[in-house]
């Protein structure tokens, strides 16, 4: 059985840091591509970081390129969200996510609040 366990949300002052760790048991990530989502209430989810399987490829969103930073330990199989300057939109509830092919992410976290004040 695949479980994703997401840490490390709270409340952070505008321009302020966080790093998201989302611990994966059941599969390895040479396995798994991973990925970072975000959804603030009444708006869709939002894919914004993911990292391929073999580690080598990123790609962010528009809207935290440059801020936001993802990576993995394969020893601890956990991957992490660095999370900087960050801003009252950033507001939501984070979720990682993994997927056996692709981008089709099929295994999901509980997910972890983040709360950026002005």
């Known amino acids: 059985q695949v479980q994703l366990v997401e840490s490390g949300g709270g409340l952070v002052q505008a321009g302020g840091s966080l790093r998201l760790s989302c611990v994966v048991s059941?599969?390895?990530?040479?396995?798994?591509?991973m990925g970072w989502f975000r959804q603030a209430p009444g708006k869709a989810r939002e894919l914004l970081a993911a990292?391929?399987?073999?580690?080598?490829?990123?790609i962010y969103a528009d809207s935290v390129k440059g801020r936001f930073t993802i990576s993995r330990d394969k020893e601890k199989n956990t991957v992490y969200l660095q999370m900087s300057s960050l801003k009252p939109e950033d507001t939501a509830v984070y979720y990682c996510?993994?997927?056996?092919?692709?981008?089709?992410?099929?295994?999901w976290g509980q997910g972890t609040q983040v709360t950026v004040s002005s």
């Open positions: 996510a993994g997927a056996r092919v692709g981008a089709n992410y099929e295994y």
């Open positions: 059941g599969r390895t990530l040479s396995s798994t591509g």
């Open positions: 990292i391929a399987r073999s580690g080598g490829t990123t």
